[in-house]
């Protein structure tokens, strides 16, 4: 693996390094929630038509992920998050002449080529944390480094919220009072929040990929691995035909879904239940589930010290669905609250399934089918829009019912696997 040299000792500087990826990917992911909010507005959309932003970021993940596979295999862990990097940056600059001609479909493809660059990252982070230590903590392990995901969340959210949020949200009727010149005026001006923003970002990103490709890495190793598998097509082979892999690819699917769902209509949710509340009021409660989700990450993993993942993962998934399914009979504030709250039992549902579905594989297995669960990824487009098209024909109040749904397969999931569990974690 070039970049990269053998050693005895762990070295402080690429674990920060690797972790601070979790970070980064966290500010991306979340950003779209505004962008939701903020290009409903800016370009007059509709629910379905807004949550495209979604379906366009995820969509990259789909598409890059098993390519990132490919690449890692060939060329190591830490070529492809250099490259990955590189992919996440540039996208961030595409944001500037998408602003200036107030293309939403220029918008769009820049969010494909950030999606693109993440598929990277998370495609080499994930397996790389859970070969960090023994096999037995491997679950735990992750969920630790998961934990800065959400401070990554966090920061995105704040971001928006300050940087690209005017706090002016004019209504229909004001709207149709302004001239033409004024309401193009308005337009463009919340077109360009972005531009600044996501310049800072972009190059922040690339400064980072040379940080990164300028450190010396350990090299990763795989001993505590079970065993080695065939090569090529004999490991996707056998992969999909693993109905406890498969299972893991379905359950993270609609998690990925549900998680995405929630966070990205969450302002929409306390606008459309809570009338008078501004963008800027409503992204509050985004933040302060991004919060719980954190809090849920370090509580979780602690928890799992004494409670096995699958357990902990089928008791947080039977909350969540009574928590959306009450945000769905109980518009407004109680139900606000109650997706806020929904972030904290979410919170250990990726980084839990996905080491329940590499666990005790062999080095080709575990980096191909680290890809195919990242591929997962694109439920976060599929059921996001999927939300909107509910929202548009019902309400945003009844959209909620889709995450309800997905979390209904994560319990599935977690109590078929706490009835066949591998050794170790029942």
Not at 198 to 205: E, F
């Amino acid at each position: 693996m070039a970049g990269t040299a053998p050693t005895d000792r762990p070295s402080w500087l690429p674990l920060v390094l690797i972790v601070s990826l979790f970070f980064l990917w966290g500010g991306a992911n979340n950003l779209n929630d505004v962008l939701i909010a903020q290009f409903k507005k800016a370009f007059v959309l509709s629910d379905f038509r807004a949550g495209l932003v979604q379906s366009a970021f995820y969509l990259g993940y789909f598409l890059v992920a098993m390519p990132a596979g490919m690449y890692m295999r060939r060329f190591g862990y830490k070529s492809a998050v250099v490259f990955g990097l590189m992919l996440y940056g540039v996208g961030a600059l595409l944001f500037w002449p998408a602003a200036e001609s107030a293309a939403y479909g220029l918008f769009l493809f820049a969010l494909f080529v950030i999606a693109s660059g993440l598929a990277f990252l998370e495609t080499s982070a994930n397996p790389f944390v859970t070969l960090l230590g023994p096999r037995e903590t491997a679950t735990r392990r992750l969920n630790l480094a998961q934990a800065f995901n959400p401070l990554g969340s966090i920061a995105g959210i704040l971001i928006g919220q300050h940087f690209i949020f005017s706090g002016i949200d004019h209504s229909s009727a004001q709207l149709a009072a302004m001239s033409a010149v004024e309401r193009t005026a308005y337009y463009a001006s919340e077109t360009r929040a972005v531009q600044w923003p996501y310049l800072v970002i972009g190059v922040a990103v690339l400064c980072w990929a040379v940080l990164i490709l300028l450190t010396r890495f350990p090299k990763a190793t795989a001993s505590h691995v079970a065993s080695a598998s065939a090569g090529g097509g004999g490991v996707l082979r056998h992969l999909l035909g693993d109905r406890r892999f498969v299972g893991a690819l379905f359950a993270q699917f609609f998690y990925v879904g549900a998680q995405v769902g929630v966070w990205s209509y969450t302002i929409r949710y306390v606008q459309a239940t809570m009338p008078g509340t501004s963008s800027r009021e409503a992204a509050n409660f985004l933040t302060a589930g991004l919060v719980c989700f954190m809090a849920g990450r370090f509580v979780g993993t602690a928890l799992m010290k004494y409670l096995a993942p699958v357990r902990l993962l089928m008791a947080f998934a039977a909350v969540n669905i009574a928590l959306t399914l009450f945000a769905v009979f109980q518009p407004g504030s109680p139900g606000a609250y109650a997706l806020v709250a929904c972030s904290f039992f979410m919170s250990v549902m990726y980084p839990t399934v996905f080491a329940l579905g590499v666990e005790g594989r062999g080095d080709d297995e575990r980096k191909l089918g680290s890809a195919l669960l990242v591929m997962t990824i694109i439920g976060g487009a599929v059921l996001t829009a999927m939300m909107g098209a509910v929202s548009d024909m019902s309400s945003i109040a009844r959209a909620m019912t889709v995450p309800a749904c997905c979390f209904a397969v994560v319990l599935l999931f977690a109590w078929q696997r706490r009835r066949h569990p591998i050794e170790g974690n029942a």
